[in-house]
């Protein structure tokens, strides 16, 4: 066994071999490569196969049209990849100002009134459920008070 074959390089296979499902099969840039390159050999030695010359004319302009695609192509690649760029922004900003205007409603509303459905937002939940056993605090029950603290005494002028 030859050393390319022990490291899994072959002299015959591409740098970047297709891998999976994808095994097989090459990119038109690859294939206008190789077209190229047999084109190139074939034309200048047209003397020597007279009966090659309308097939290397034919070969010719699907190298030419295939180059033509592919530019066309990197073109609208460009173009989808700029659409993705604002489609995102876009969906960024909606989700926003989506978010900030549910929020408006339900401070507007409340966030259980049943109104919020009429704007395509769902209510709050109803709260934590009570263990049995346990007594369900009133519903109108306000917080206690929560005594003031002094503030941290500011240093005198004599501590300076």
């Known amino acids: 066994m030859s050393t390319a074959a022990k490291q899994g390089t072959d002299p ?6 297709a891998k999976g ?3 097989g099969q090459t990119t038109l840039a690859a294939k206008i490569d ?9 034309q200048a030695q047209l003397q020597e196969f007279p009966q090659l010359k309308d097939f ?4 010719q302009q699907i190298i030419a ?12 690649e460009a173009s989808a990849l700029d659409a993705t760029v604002r489609r995102n922004a876009l969906i960024r900003a909606g989700d926003d100002l989506f978010s900030r205007l549910g929020h408006g409603l339900k401070s507007a509303l409340g966030s259980k009134s049943a109104l919020l459905a009429k704007y395509g937002l769902k209510r709050g939940k ?21 005594a003031a603290q002094e503030s941290p005494a500011a240093p005198s002028s004599a501590e300076k």
């Open 21 to 23: 499902n994808l095994q």
């Open 65 to 76: 049209d295939a180059n033509a695609l592919r530019s066309e192509m990197m073109v609208i």
């Open 56 to 59: 290397q004319a034919k070969f």
């Open 12 to 17: 015959k296979s591409p740098v970047n071999a």
């Open 126 to 146: 109803p709260g934590p459920k009570a263990k049995p056993g346990q007594p369900t605090p009133p519903p109108d029950s306000t917080p206690p008070p929560v």
């Open 34 to 42: 190789r077209w190229q390159h047999m084109n190139t050999n074939v």
